[in-house]
């Protein structure tokens, strides 16, 4: 079993920026794809970034591509989302998410398809 805690959120103006971090424990992470997912209200949980087991790959949505950064630390068994340049519409909950890798990319935005699931943490950016 994989727990996972995120951390880091809060209330930001727009334009700014904030660092949530993922914290893992019960099992190593460091053989498992990593991913970030939000939810706002009203609307469908979406597919935000993922990372590969050793850092080396990365994917991003559209939407925060540029000014997002996915990045992880096995050794702290730990996940990170570098936030910046933070818009209105980036407001939501936030869930860390992690499985083991398969092959191919398009699961990776599907959210059905991740085992393991944080409790979120909430990001509210303001004008």
């Known amino acids: 079993q994989v727990q996972l805690v995120e951390s880091g959120g809060g209330s930001v103006q727009a334009g700014g920026s904030l660092r949530l971090s993922c914290a893992a424990s019960?099992?190593?992470?460091?053989?498992?794809?990593l991913g970030w997912f939000r939810q706002a209200p009203g609307k469908e949980r979406e597919f935000v970034a993922a990372?590969?087991?050793?850092?080396?790959?990365?994917h991003y949505a559209d939407s925060v591509k540029g000014r997002f950064t996915i990045s992880r630390d096995n050794a702290k068994n730990t996940m990170y989302l570098q936030m910046n340049s933070l818009k209105l519409e980036d407001t939501a909950t936030y869930y860390c998410?992690?499985?083991?890798?398969?092959?191919?990319?398009?699961?990776?935005?599907?959210?059905?398809?991740?085992?393991?699931w944080g409790q979120g943490t909430q990001v509210t950016v303001s004008s």
């Open positions: 998410t992690a499985d083991r890798w398969r092959p191919g990319s398009s699961w990776l935005q599907r959210p059905g398809e991740w085992y393991y």
């Open positions: 990372i590969s087991w050793s850092g080396g790959v990365t």
């Open positions: 019960g099992r190593t992470i460091s053989n498992y794809v």
